[in-house]
């Protein structure tokens, strides 16, 4: 995923992430996995951790990925086996 600067519908700015095989529109896979704003995405993570605040070294310690799909944010700790069968195409949403 990479994050970018979008802008709302009033003119509003915010950081937002988007799959990266969603920038290559025809050409590549075209991904229609969701966007998904920088604030509810650490709100996601914060409450499926139980943290009360956001800590990126934290993060980089017991977090090894993060997916986005249409209805949920899903994350995978670093102990974890992960495998998330509902994920796009390989390297997609990830």
Not at 17 to 22: A, S
Not at 34 to 53: F, N, P, S
Not at 63 to 80: L, M, P
Request: aromatic share 8%; charged share 40%.
């Amino acid at each position: 995923m990479t994050r970018r600067t979008l802008r709302g519908y009033k003119g509003e700015r915010y950081k937002a992430w988007t799959c990266r095989d969603r920038h290559k529109g025809r050409r590549g896979n075209g991904c229609m996995c969701r966007t998904i704003r920088g604030t509810d995405l650490i709100a996601a993570i914060c409450v499926q951790m139980d943290w009360e605040k956001f800590d990126e070294e934290r993060f980089e310690e017991e977090v090894e990925r993060v997916v986005v799909t249409d209805e949920e944010v899903v994350i995978a700790e670093q102990e974890d086996g992960f495998s998330y069968p509902g994920r796009g195409p390989a390297g997609c949403c990830r």
